[in-house]
């Protein structure tokens, strides 16, 4: 009987049964399939429509569904999303298909993915691949994926939408998913013996570490006995029977040994992958070369290799001849004989070659015996080498990327039958948190389960024990630490390691009616491990009495199994009904069982506990008791917990404590209060108790109960006497006491443990009170503690329970009589013997600043108390290393008896983990306040956590959130501006992972597009500008859309000419063209400056081709609109006239792609046009993409093709932007690709290649933007001689020598970029000589060097003889001096480069050159540019400037060249101009402004003076044009308006002398005073001013198709220059842009002090190296500030996600925009008187304040006084103040705080406070304010703490002065008994902190008079004075 009552009482039920049908198998039957497919393709669609067609379709359907069923397979796992929703995910296959679905309680499964493939499915599964990042610190990305294997390749599909395909090299038998990626296994198959020779196996098992990686082989290190052993695991009886992630192990099975094997599996080591491929074949042991091989393990068994021709390695090499090709370079040993053969693998195999060609797949294999001819002829003996064969250099070894390693292996004594392979393995964990490796060997029906741990010091695993459970299957329920196994008779039972727990009964089916007796699991006799020789460690125990006890294993030998299979096949019972089968897809707690009718059932295993206290309360327990007895805890609390009709939710506490203190000994049913917890129940006291009555009807005795318990009481009673205030009667609960007392079970489990328990409960109920939603936990805690306090005369805690529950603990009053002898057999821990810890009484003694004891902690379990115990150390205690090194002194961590050795290197590793991430985020500097707040954040603390937290205690916390909000650091991360509550940062922090297409590209946010009003607007190709931006920097005028006028080259011109009365109509027509012709010179060169105006401000989508404007060169004549054509053939027009037109088209196109945006290689190809006409367009296009940075996604076959074409303006193009995107990056590839367009970079030797003239040009440009700033000293030689290349015989170099030259000098220029002197081994060339010489012309040297040979001979058509052609070589040599001694004031170089200061000198020189002169002149002496007129007439000559003075006066002596003169003059100061553009560039400072204005303003007078004449208009007008392109460098981004009306009177200038160039100028000018929509700006660095000199060379092309000085295509590259410094303020809760103050502060520098301006955003920046902060200014927004002096990065990154700066508005401010002057704000009238606005302040005021719901309806319903609140009106009238104060200030999250404070005083008053919790906080709270710590608490107003205290004082002494008596009652120990006094008593205790009696005693020094009495006394005595 006894047995069965246990069978009884152990047993749980299952939950929530199901029937379970693979969601993916109903999905397949609606799936269009693959033959359904196939038949669409064959028959017609009319026939396929028609009735048989039909009908065929559906049969063939039919046939499908019936095969599939018998080839299904699925797979089941948890996933969860990312708001931590749990769900299962399905992974279903049949046929063809893989269905992925995924569902959860509460959403039905659907389909997530479904995949149909093109032949059978073999296998499909999930795999994570790690794609390395290149970064340092950047953690790797993880790839989620789907495999889908076939029997040739595996499909990948990761969740990010990347889809591989890799070929199989051989036949797979398995897959298996790894931590580091694909395992698969080799299909082995057997070779006929007779035709193949023996040889070394091929591996066996090979891993993919990414789709795209090559497969390698894995390599295996085994542990012999006397050695350790490396080589390829190739040993074909090896089966892979189980991977795990985590810890990475797999698990082998020897087929021929009949053992299973684990390994550990990692990345191979370098060392290793070296030792596998020289290892010999013999692949003897690595330590000692020359043992024996018999001493090889067992494991792998090695053959030596013959070396015969038939191996097919040599087949393959033979075959392959074909197919390798040769590399030289790659070296390999590939067939030295002493290598093995898997060195030879090489990486060039296809696969998926069909079988008659050797492939890849073979080798792998070994199936081809087909031994050729050739091979004896080349491989005649074992020894002989290929080392004359070219081909077989190639062969390079594949290096193994994954080694596994020996851990443990089965021995061999358990089971040496075949066939036991385990057909199941998995890995569970108990209770306690042991592991365990299970695998279950079916043949045996036995689950053999082996303890595993991981060692300390290394991260070995080391496995211990084989426990061997009888079993017929079993499946792990990870969520619950447990594993559920169906044993032979059928019954299912639930263990938790390899502790059996319970049977688990189902509802509803039928389990056997009889069971075996002995169902113990046995253990075998530990043997020897290979690996680890620990012994078993499983206690052996004789059987507990206890009924429903655990039982764990108990070491029996009996014939059980040979009983059970006889009973398995007897028994008719299984026919009968249907019996669980098998399990199959265990997911956190639910199983599914699979029946012998063949259906399942999906149910799920209970929870260990539910209640969040009962859950923490059994942390706690196991945290602190002995494992094995811990684990018997656990177990009996599962089975009480979830026997079959369990308890509710709400019971669940209840039946704990019952459980609990019945292990502990105790009698629950004679203690009142616990006899009673069953019916405490919030609704109703009538409740089923636990055990079922005898009878249905009930009795008399039911009734009694009910009215003796504590419920009834409370209900009848109280309010009763509450009424008549009598004396209350206690609960009728002593009956008992007086028959006898109540005493304990010595013998019970938990007896000796009682106080250790106690006080980690103790230690729980601390952690829960700082919790305000744990209270009511900490209170149904508090009637466990007290009753145990009591029993174990713990006076100390059963006072402080007493203080914190006043009422609630009075009702108790039993105590269990626990004897001496009895204490004596508990382990009393030293911990109890001090105070009782409390952990408010520790914070409060901080606060009055005493000395305070290390606060018991429990490590994991207490872990808010960790933090507010070191947040107090740190910030009120101001210990800056509590929370690293100090730890110790705050904390001390609790251990329990059996963890001391586990507990301490844990502390150690603990305290060095604590002391690395708290170091890590704060830095050293910094106040206490943010130290606070970024340990918070990195330990995981949020803003809801602090809401959780007591308002006292967390007023502290709140202070340093308040003063860091105020002053926040710019760098600290998201999580951290999160708790501060500033949203402005968090978002600003708020890294974006992708450019993505809305959310962040800064201001896309906002944008829609604008609302265009004429429909052919949209072509001009200028729409995409921020309007919201623009219209905040310039909101007085419509600057912007003047610009859109200027620019846009879209709509037909208006061509206006007056028709003569004498002019014929033909005439007219013809001067309408001509007239048309002179405007479209003005119309093509419009591209390059609205380039520069849209610059980066469109984000293209990806399917939709580039929007490109059209050039439009039509035109229309008023009044009758009439059309003109440049086609009509009455006019002359150049031919080609609008091919480079065009490509500045695509250029300005391409430019308006943002460099963040999202351009693929597919898309550039995409955008090709498809017809001839617009390929120059394309061309430009290529050169944006390159110029933003885009082009180097392009593959290099693409650009291959491009260039292939031979089309010049795309090898332009892509050769310009190619090296501009790899910008001094010295990319090998790109330089091949230059050199092939250079001859002089080609070997003398090669063939002449017709590469076009300007091709060259840019490719010669391309090396210099390559090279740039490296000093490379080949490129340079080669540049410099290329500068002077003289032209050749046969007419080749010789037109356009000019554009040659420059580029050649700008490239060595930007190659030397700003070296000067330094320049490293490059002394011997004399490149400053050699330039100068360049420069002034003089005897040519002789060519050095490789191309000598090219210029033996002179040109037959130019004569220029030995000398320099100095027209040719000068400005190339001068810009190149300027560009290699840039900013380097190198005055002796500068002086090179004066203007000659006589007459004579003056002839010789060209007047532009002069011009280069002094511009080069200036850059190099850079420091002493100065913004003012006098400096730039300061670089004109002494001759010049005394006769340009004064040639009206005196006759001018007849040698001086008066135009000479005036021209050179012209120049030099046009010169000066463009140096003081270059040196403020961007900058737009006013001094340089003014003065090169009023340059611009001289220059124009003079084209209409006489003067004109004598300098020529010509010479004037280019001067003109560089000084206005000088003023719009400067202004560049600003769009200053008078810049804007100069380039607006030359836009409308079409006559003259102003042709294609000069309009170029004039709109590069307007271009960059716009660039990039005002956002962008230009910077000086050195690099910048290298691509504004080739932008800007002062040589603009007469003609549109003229490049004979200055390549067009270059004046694109001053996009090279551009930066963003555009700062927009976004206000973060509207996300619009708005204005914002900001003060910028400078660096210090030679010229001018640290200076701060004021400027409002949004503003341009000036260039980040001279600033040294930027703030943003209140009053209306939250300050906030971002150092520059530390470093760049930060501003750099919000410039560059287009300058979006968030900014929070304060509260009752209003926005800049809708307030300019702040008279608006609510805050601004009468801040004086404070008393009269806590009056004028109306509840509907508060919604300009605040935007918060809560706020605004909490001043809805409080704060508005209604018709029935007449008398509370007080209430409202405080509840408004508060609420204005919060506001107001800033601090609505002190509203609570407020409230809470007032309610506390309220209930104290009325004296009716139960609980003293309230009164704590309130005494912290006043502590903190009086403390040293806080001088100003900024967080409680001035006036409402101090009436607060008062009340409270108040009350308290009135209490005293009527209770003294109750006072001394207490201190002399005497019992009380009135409910309120004693509530009152607590509360004044803890009010004015009275240590508890024992303390007091403690503290007693005198022995006259003592400390009772001091109190006594003195408080009477002040009481007395008081009232």
């Known amino acids: 009987m006894s047995h069965v009552y246990e069978e009884r009482a152990t047993m749980i039920a299952a939950g929530e049964l199901q029937s379970f049908v693979p969601f993916g198998r109903e999905h397949c039957k609606n799936h269009p399939n693959a033959v359904n497919l196939q038949l669409r393709q064959l028959q017609p669609a009319s026939e396929l429509w028609s009735s048989d067609g039909a009908a065929g379709l559906v049969g063939s359907l039919q046939e499908v569904t019936l095969q599939e069923r018998e080839k299904e397979r699925w797979q089941l796992r948890k996933g969860t999303a990312p708001d931590e929703v749990e769900y299962e995910e399905e992974l279903y296959v049949a046929g063809n298909m893989v269905i992925w679905s995924r569902g959860s309680k509460n959403q039905a499964s659907y389909v997530y993915k479904a995949f149909t493939v093109d032949s059978p499915v073999q296998q499909a599964l999930w795999c994570n691949f790690t794609v390395p990042q290149s970064k340092k610190n950047v953690k790797d990305v993880v790839e989620q994926t789907v495999c889908i294997v076939q029997s040739t390749c595996v499909n990948v599909h990761s969740m990010s939408g990347k889809d591989f395909m890799s070929p199989l090299p051989f036949q797979v038998s398995a897959l298996w998913s790894t931590k580091f990626g694909l395992l698969l296994e080799r299909k082995n198959i057997i070779v006929d013996g007779n035709i193949s020779p023996i040889r070394e196996p091929l591996p066996t098992l090979f891993s993919m570490l990414h789709p795209l990686d090559e497969i390698a082989p894995v390599v295996c290190k085994s542990t012999g006995l006397f050695e350790s052993r490396l080589q390829y695991v190739s040993d074909s009886a090896l089966r892979v029977v189980f991977t795990c992630h985590e810890p990475s192990i797999i698990m082998t099975y020897d087929t021929q040994q009949c053992t299973h094997t684990v390994w550990t599996l990692r990345k191979a080591t370098p060392e290793e992958q070296t030792t596998v491929l020289k290892c010999p074949d013999q692949a003897g042991p690595v330590h000692t070369p020359n043992a024996a091989p018999s001493l090889l393990s067992t494991h792998l068994r090695n053959v030596t290799r013959l070396d015969s021709p038939a191996s097919p390695l040599h087949c393959h090499v033979l075959h392959n001849q074909s197919r390798i090709p040769a590399s030289p370079g790659l070296h390999s040993r590939a067939h030295s004989p002493s290598i093995s053969n898997m060195a030879a693998l090489s990486r060039a195999h296809s696969p998926g070659i069909a079988a008659p060609s050797f492939s890849g797949a073979q080798r792998f294999n070994m199936s081809c015996h087909t031994p050729s001819p050739r091979g004896h002829s080349i491989l005649t003996s074992p020894n002989s080498t290929l080392n004359d064969t070219a081909l077989l250099q190639e062969m390079e070894p594949i290096l193994p990327d994954l080694c596994i390693e020996q851990l443990w292996t089965e021995t061999s004594a358990i089971s040496r039958e075949k066939g036991c392979q385990a057909s199941k393995v998995f890995i569970t964990s108990d209770l306690c948190e042991n592991r365990y490796l299970c695998f279950l060997v079916e043949s045996h029906q ?160 209970p929870e260990v506990a539910t209640s969040e206290l009962v859950k923490r309360c059994l942390q706690a327990i196991r945290f602190i008791l002995p494992k094995d007895t811990a684990m018997k805890v656990l177990v009996k609390w599962y089975n009480s917990y979830n026997a079959p009709g369990g308890p509710s939710m709400h019971l669940e506490w209840n039946l704990f404590v019952t459980c609990l203190m019945t292990m502990m000994g105790y009698n629950t049913e004679r203690l009142t209060w616990t006899r009673n917890l069953h019916f405490e129940v919030p609704l109703s006291p009538v409740i089923a108790p636990k055990k079922a009555r005898p009878a249905d009807t009930g009795s008399d005795e039911d009734w009694g109960y009910l009215r003796c318990s504590d419920y009834h009481w409370q209900v009848s009673m109280q309010p009763a006497l509450a009424v008549q205030g009598l004396e209350p009667v206690w609960p009728p609960g002593g009956v008992d006491n007086h028959q006898s007392a109540l005493g304990l079970e010595s013998s019970a489990m938990l007896f000796p443990h009682i106080p250790v328990l106690f006080y980690v409960l103790h230690l729980l109920y601390e952690d829960l009170k700082l919790d305000e939603l744990q209270r009511s936990g900490a209170r149904a805690l508090v009637g466990l503690l007290q009753q145990l306090a009591k029993d174990l005369q713990l006076e100390d805690f059963i006072d402080l329970y007493w203080r914190d529950y006043p009422s609630f603990i009075k009702t108790f009053k039993e105590a269990c009589v626990i004897d001496q002898a009895q204490m ?138 308040y003063q860091c909000r105020e002053h926040p650091c710019s760098d600290w991360s998201e999580e951290v501006c999160a708790l501060i509550g500033r949203q402005d940062l968090t978002k600003q922090a708020h890294k974006v992972t992708l450019a993505n297409r809305k959310s962040t590209v800064g201001l896309n946010v906002m944008l829609e597009p604008p609302v265009t009003s004429e429909a052919d607007e949209e072509e001009d190709g200028m729409t995409d500008l921020h309007p919201e931006v623009t219209g905040l920097i310039w909101s007085q005028d419509l600057r912007v859309q003047e610009v859109r006028r200027l620019l846009q080259s879209s709509r037909p011109i208006r061509v206006n000419v007056p028709h003569l009365p004498e002019v014929s109509d033909h005439e007219y027509i013809e001067e309408k063209e001509n007239k048309l012709l002179q405007l479209c010179q003005r119309t ?45 053939g009455n006019i002359d027009v150049p031919p080609n006239m609008t091919c480079w037109p065009s490509f500045h088209n695509g250029v300005a196109a391409g430019l308006k792609i943002a460099p963040a945006s999202q351009v693929e290689s597919a898309w550039i190809a995409y955008n090709k046009p498809k017809s001839a006409d617009l390929a120059n367009e394309y061309a430009g296009f290529l050169m944006a993409l390159g110029l933003n940075g885009h082009l180097t996604k392009l593959a290099t076959l693409n650009i291959h093709d491009y260039l292939t074409k031979g089309h010049e303006m795309t090898s332009i193009g892509l050769l310009l932007g190619v090296s501009a995107a790899k910008l001094g990056t010295m990319d090998m590839s790109i330089t091949r690709l230059l050199s092939i367009h250079i001859p002089a970079l080609l070997p003398p030797t090669s063939t002449e290649l017709d590469v076009p003239h300007s091709v060259q040009v840019a490719a010669v440009v391309g090396i210099g933007l390559i090279y740039q700033g490296t000093g490379h000293r080949h490129n340079a030689e080669v540049l410099l001689a290329e500068i002077g290349r003289p032209p050749g015989p046969e007419m080749e170099y010789c037109t356009d020598r000019e554009s040659y030259s420059l580029a050649a000098g700008l490239a060595l220029g930007m190659v030397c970029l700003g070296h000067g002197s330094n320049l490293i081994g490059m002394t011997d060339l004399n490149v400053p000589e050699q330039l100068y010489q360049y420069m002034v012309g003089g005897h040519r040297r002789m060519h050095a060097g490789i191309n000598r040979e090219k210029h033996k001979s002179p040109s037959y058509q130019i004569k220029e003889g030995d000398t320099i052609n100095v027209d040719v070589t000068c400005p190339g040599a001068t810009l190149a001096l300027a560009m290699i001694y840039l900013k380097t004031n190198n ?40 913004p003012n007129a006098d400096w730039v007439t300061s670089n004109v000559p002494q001759i010049i400037q005394e006769n340009i003075g004064n040639q009206e006066q005196t006759s001018i002596s007849e040698d001086l060249n008066m135009e000479t003169l005036v021209q050179a003059h012209d120049y030099i100061i046009a010169g000066g101009c463009l140096a003081v553009g270059f040196r403020f560039a961007g900058s737009a400072n006013s001094d340089a402004f003014d003065c090169l204005y009023k340059f611009a303003r001289n220059f124009m007078q003079c084209l209409t003076t006489s003067t004109a004449t004598v300098t020529g208009q010509y010479n004037l007008q280019t001067c003109l044009s560089m000084v206005l392109l000088a003023v719009s460098m400067v202004m560049a981004g600003s769009g200053n308006l008078k810049v804007l009306q100069l380039c607006r009177f030359f836009h409308k200038r079409t006559f003259g002398e102003m042709n294609y160039g000069f309009h170029m100028a004039h709109h590069m000018a307007l271009g960059l005073l716009f660039l990039g929509g005002g956002r962008y700006t230009l910077s000086t660095s050195n690099s910048a001013i290298a691509a504004l000199l080739c932008a800007l060379y002062p040589h603009f092309p007469a003609h549109s198709t003229d490049n004979r000085y200055h390549l067009q295509a270059l004046r694109h590259l001053a996009v090279l220059a551009a930066e963003p410094r555009l700062l927009v303020p976004v206000d973060v809760d509207t996300l619009k842009p708005c204005y914002a103050l900001l003060d910028v502060t400078y660096r210090e520098t030679q010229w001018y002090e640290e200076t701060t301006v004021e400027l409002m955003a949004p503003t341009m920046l000036p260039e980040l190296h001279l600033l040294k902060r930027i703030k943003v200014k209140g009053p209306r927004y939250w300050e906030l500030n971002i150092d520059i002096s530390k470093g760049t990065q930060h ?11 968030y900014v929070k508005l304060r509260a009752g401010q209003l926005p800049y925009k809708d307030d300019p002057q702040g008279w608006k704000s609510l805050l601004a009238p009468n801040l004086n008187s404070r008393s009269a606005e806590v009056h004028t302040f109306k509840p509907e005021a508060i919604s300009t304040f605040t935007s918060d719901a809560a706020l605004v309806s909490f001043a809805e319903y409080f704060c508005r006084a209604s018709e ?52 704590w906080q309130m005494k912290l709270v006043l502590e903190l304010c009086e403390s040293r710590v806080l001088t100003d608490c900024l967080l409680l107003s001035s006036e409402f703490l101090p009436v607060m205290k008062s009340s409270a004082d108040r009350a308290l002494d009135r209490w005293l002065c009527d209770n003294s008596h109750v006072l001394q009652a207490y201190l002399r120990r005497q019992s009380m008994n009135n409910d309120t006094d004693v509530s009152m008593l607590a509360c004044f205790l803890v009010y004015h902190s009275i240590p508890s009696l024992k303390n007091m005693v403690a503290s007693d020094l005198e022995g006259t008079i003592t400390l009772k009495q001091k109190l006594t006394t003195g408080l009477l005595r002040k009481r007395g004075s008081s009232c």
């Open 824 to 961: 004596e057999l508990m382990t009393w821990p030293v911990f109890l013997d001090g105070e009782a810890p409390c952990v408010f009484s520790w914070l409060s003694r901080c606060l009055r600043g005493q000395d305070v004891t290390p606060f018991p902690c429990l490590p994991g379990i207490c872990e808010r108390t960790k933090l507010l115990v070191l947040s107090y150390a740190l910030y009120v205690v101001g210990d800056e290393d509590a929370i690293s090194t100090n730890m110790l002194k705050y904390l001390s961590r609790l251990s329990a008896g059996q963890k001391k050795n586990t507990s301490d290197p844990f502390l150690r590793r603990y305290l060095w983990f604590m002391i690395i991430s708290s170091v890590k985020p704060a830095p050293s500097s910094g106040s206490l306040a943010e130290k606070l707040v970024v340990w918070l954040t990195s330990a995981g603390f949020t803003l809801k956590d602090l809401e959780s937290v007591p308002f006292g205690v967390a007023l502290p916390i709140r202070d340093a959130i």
């Open 1084 to 1128: 093509m060169a419009l591209p390059v400056g609205r380039g520069l105006f849209t610059l980066f401000s469109y984000h293209p989508v990806p399917t939709e081709p580039l929007p490109v404007p059209k050039l439009n060169l039509t035109g229309r004549a008023p009044p009758r609109n009439t059309m003109v054509d440049l086609n009509s």
């Open 1387 to 1426: 005055r002796s170089v500068a002086d090179w480069l004066k203007a000659p200061d006589t007459m004579f000198l003056l002839d010789f020189i060209k007047p532009e050159f002069l011009l280069l002169r002094t511009l080069a002149r200036c850059l190099i002496m850079w420091d002493e540019i100065f």
């Open 1764 to 1815: 029935n609140m007449k008398h509370k009106q007080e209430t409202v009238a405080l509840l408004s103040a508060i609420l204005y104060e919060c506001v107001t200030q800033e601090y609505p999250e002190m509203l609570p705080t407020h409230i809470s404070i007032d309610q506390a005083v309220r209930t104290l008053e009325r004296g009716d406070l139960c609980e003293t919790f309230s009164l």
């Open 1691 to 1701: 501003l750099q990154s919000i410039l560059s996600k287009d300058g979006v700066l």
């Open 446 to 605: 036995q689950l053999r389960c082996v303890k595993f741990l991981e060692s300390n010091e290394t991260s070995q695993l080391i496995f211990a024990s084989v426990t061997v459970i009888t079993a017929k299957d079993a499946a792990p329920l990870e969520d619950i630490h447990t594993m559920l196994v169906l044993e032979a008779n059928g019954s299912l039972v639930l263990y938790t390691g390899v502790t059996r727990v319970s049977k688990v009964f189902i509802p509803g089916l039928l389990s056997p009616t009889f069971s075996v007796q002995n169902h113990q699991p046995q253990l075998s006799t530990p043997l020897e491990n290979i690996s680890t020789p620990a012994r078993a460690t499983v206690q052996h125990m004789s059987r507990l009495e206890e009924v429903g006890m655990p039982s764990p294993v108990l070491e029996v030998r009996s014939s059980s199994q040979h009983h059970e299979s006889s009973w398995l096949e007897d028994t008719p019972f299984q026919q009968a009904a249907p019996h669980i089968h098998t399990f199959r897809d265990p997911v956190s707690n639910r199983v599914t069982l699979e029946l012998s009718s063949g259906s399942m059932l999906r149910i799920t295993i």
